[in-house]
């Protein structure tokens, strides 16, 4: 049933990858690229996230990783950052950013309404990548906004109402690159194994029988052949079947020779992982060791985790000057964003450290670090 040739089928892979990204920049909302072959099809990226479970588990994975620990906010004054603090949990801001990565991931894109007068949206209603186009100046030709289309809901949001969050963009792009894109074709061959496989189970796992009725050269009256037919279908219980002819019983099934495809399906799933850069030792732990597993996982949140980090403190901001013009509150400055908290052993461990390098003097008695110097210190530390 599958007759494939790993060298080639590896080429074509890799072929397939280096086509991807080089017409990923010119994504739109399901526009052809100028491969005959790969789209950048959102539709297809959330069918993928909605029907493949190890698309699924990793991305909400990542989604969740990003505010498991909490967000909070810092600021030089304290009612400011207690004020930001308060909107995180008024606002469920870490549902908020997990539900965007979730987006972004998908689609390479997110966006959120900032504006509470807009008759059309909610305050931070978030806005499928799908039903959104770019909107441009008709003088210019420069992009002045966005055009939201989605059945009978038509309706035109401004740069600053509506906040784009792209991942992956590449020079002269707006649109952010869905990391689905370059694994289109690996999750469509992925899909095409496990239909064939469901096929092949159903049909041949379990061998069917083939009853041959009569002897050699000669024919068996219809009847016959349906009374058994029916005696099969519909026994007694632990009814012994006794005929007059002659009765043959061959089996039909694949003897597994068509079932071996895993090599195939595994070098997929790596692929995913690696496409997503999500540790395999997550779900395949069986074959990692524990340091592995550790050191994957440390990378994870350090490089997955803390770049998309990197790529939502401006956006958060955004945000909470949003939620903070709204509620009406007063700022000189937006307070900063702070991803997770220092876990028990790492914060008394820099308290320690700070209290050492605070207490070192020379012999005259003055301290080897002033007091500013400390507080810039505790405040790069430790977020205070």
């Given at each position: 049933?599958?007759?494939i040739n790993p060298l080639r089928f590896f080429r074509r892979t890799q072929a397939v990858v280096a086509e991807a990204y080089r ?224 009765l043959e019983i061959l089996t039909m099934g694949t003897q597994y020779k068509a079932l071996h ?124």
């Amino acid at each position: 049933m599958f007759s494939i040739n790993p060298l080639r089928f590896f080429r074509r892979t890799q072929a397939v990858v280096a086509e991807a990204y080089r017409g990923a920049s010119k994504m739109g909302k399901g526009k052809k690229l100028k491969s005959s072959d790969v789209t950048a099809d959102f539709e297809k990226f959330e069918n993928f996230f909605y029907q493949d479970s190890h698309v699924f588990g990793i991305i909400t994975c990542i989604a969740d990783s990003m505010s498991e620990s909490g967000l909070s906010f810092v600021h030089p004054d304290r009612d400011t950052s207690d004020q930001a603090n308060n909107m995180v949990s008024e606002y469920e801001m870490d549902t908020m950013i997990s539900e965007l990565t979730v987006a972004n991931m998908v689609f390479g894109n997110s966006f959120i309404v900032l504006d509470p007068t807009n008759p059309d949206f909610d305050f931070l209603e978030q806005l499928s990548p799908r039903y959104i186009a770019v909107q441009k100046d008709p003088d210019t030709g420069r992009h002045n906004g966005w055009k939201y289309n989605e059945g009978a809901t038509v309706a035109s949001l401004s740069r600053e109402g509506l906040l784009h969050i792209p991942l992956n963009r590449l020079a002269g792009s707006t649109w952010g690159t869905s990391p689905l894109q370059p694994l289109t074709r690996m999750l469509d061959l992925k899909s095409n194994i496990e239909v064939n496989l469901d096929h092949l189970v159903t049909r041949y796992l379990v061998p069917r029988y083939v009853y041959l009725l009569g002897r050699q050269g000669t024919s068996v009256p219809q009847e016959v052949i349906d009374d058994f037919a029916k005696s099969l279908a519909d026994p007694a219980a632990a009814q012994d079947q006794v005929f007059e002819n002659n009765l043959e019983i061959l089996t039909m099934g694949t003897q597994y020779k068509a079932l071996h495809v895993g090599y195939i399906l595994d070098y997929v799933h790596q692929s995913v992982y690696t496409g997503l850069a999500f540790p395999d030792s997550f779900h395949v732990a069986a074959g990692s060791t524990e340091s592995t597993a550790k050191i994957q996982s440390e990378i994870f949140n350090k490089k997955r985790i803390g770049g998309l980090h990197k790529v939502y403190t401006d956006p958060v901001k955004q945000i909470l000057a949003a939620i903070f013009d709204k509620e009406g509150i007063r700022y000189d400055t937006i307070p900063e964003p702070k991803w997770g908290q220092l876990s028990q052993a790492s914060l008394e461990s820099r308290i320690e450290y700070i209290s050492k390098l605070a207490g070192i003097v020379d012999s005259e008695g003055n301290r080897a670090i002033d007091v500013p110097a400390i507080q810039k210190l505790v405040k790069n530390e430790l977020g205070i």
